[in-house]
């Protein structure tokens, strides 16, 4: 018997489309498009600019898709 924790190995979630957390980047107001494109240039970019009113958005980074969640106590989690 061990007494070691066993180690658990997630794969990231293929089930969902980007667009399935977010809503296309088509439907985002004027002024959010224009605050996206100007914190880019500073490197600093709201949540709400990035959530787009969603809970959650799925990120491709690299090959691989992160979740970014807001939650209830608002907090931000990042998530592979």
């Known amino acids: 018997m061990s007494l070691r924790n066993p180690?658990?190995?997630?794969?990231?979630?293929t089930d969902r489309s980007?667009?399935?957390?977010?809503?296309p980047v088509?439907?985002?107001?004027?002024a959010a498009a224009a605050a996206?494109?100007?914190?880019?240039q500073?490197?600093?970019?709201?949540?709400?600019?990035l959530l787009r009113g969603a809970r959650e958005v799925l990120i491709r980074?690299?090959?691989?898709?992160y979740r970014l969640?807001?939650?209830?106590?608002?907090k931000l989690i990042l998530t592979k």
Not at 18 to 23: C, E, F, G, H, S
Not at 26 to 30: G, H, L, Y
Not at 36 to 40: G, K, L, P, S
Not at 42 to 49: D, F, H, M, R
């Open 7 to 13: 180690v658990l190995q997630l794969k990231p979630r």
């Open 18 to 23: 980007l667009t399935a957390v977010a809503p």
């Open 26 to 30: 088509a439907s985002v107001a004027p």
């Open 36 to 40: 996206v494109v100007a914190a880019a």
């Open 42 to 49: 500073t490197g600093l970019v709201e949540s709400a600019a």
């Open 61 to 65: 980074h690299g090959g691989e898709v």
């Open 69 to 74: 969640r807001h939650t209830r106590n608002d």
